[in-house]
């Protein structure tokens, strides 16, 4: 079901995105709805997320100490092994 709504949005914006949708052979309507759909998506995806037995049977193997500096070790790793 189709539902109109009314927004307010900064004239030069509008045009802006007018432009766009005309260039890309769509309406602004379509362009926002997909917008908003796919933002809305994302949140719902997130939470699908879920940890395969093989993760979680990694997670916590390793114990680093608390002033581990990884991007130093990647760095000095990436020196030795370009040398």
Do not use: W
Request: net charge positive.
């Amino acid at each position: 079901m189709k539902t109109k709504i009314t927004i307010r949005l900064n004239q030069e914006v509008i045009e802006k995105a007018k432009i766009y949708a005309h260039n890309h052979k769509t309406s602004l309507s379509k362009m926002i709805e997909s917008y908003l759909d796919t933002l809305t998506q994302k949140k719902t995806d997130e939470k699908k997320l879920t940890i395969t037995p093989l993760v979680e049977s990694l997670s916590g193997v390793i114990d680093l100490p608390e002033d581990f500096d990884y991007k130093k070790e990647y760095a000095s790793y990436l020196q030795e092994k370009y040398k």
